[in-house]
């Protein structure tokens, strides 16, 4: 399994990204999908999670109402709609499949992808 991350950048406070993750020798159908980031100097956090039965997604709290997860299973790609950015939003973001989140923590997570950097600045 592989997974590729791409679409970060450079970006000022208030701004747009998406990110897209596209998974190789797997069937997005069947594979929950989250998101991670790691700033620096910081522990790596869980982003969202896009289940796969049942089409239920997670957010950190400190992104909802401004991230989006979602899945295009045709092209086994999942995206990050990131609105709203902030400066404490700078990170490497990675993608992970499977994940399952129970009360804040995360399980899962066999195949992780390369991370891309983004980071939000004026």
């Known amino acids: 399994v592989q997974l590729q991350a791409s679409g970060g950048g450079l970006v000022e406070p208030g701004g747009s990204l998406r990110l897209s993750c596209t998974a190789s020798?797997?069937?997005?159908?069947?594979?929950?999908m989250g998101w991670f980031r790691q700033a620096p100097g910081k522990e790596r956090e869980g982003v969202s999670c896009?289940?796969?039965?049942?089409?239920?997604?997670y957010y950190l709290d400190a992104v909802k109402g401004r991230f989006t997860i979602s899945r295009d299973n045709a092209r086994n790609t999942v995206y990050l709609q990131m609105n709203s950015l902030k400066p404490e939003d700078t990170a490497v973001y990675y993608c992970?499949?499977?994940?399952?989140?129970?009360?804040?923590?995360?399980?899962?997570?066999?195949?992780w992808g390369k991370g891309t950097l983004v980071t939000v600045s004026s």
């Open positions: 020798e797997l069937t997005l159908d069947y594979y929950s």
């Open positions: 896009s289940s796969s039965s049942d089409g239920s997604t």
């Open positions: 992970a499949t499977p994940c399952t989140v129970l009360d804040g923590t995360w399980y899962g997570m066999d195949y």
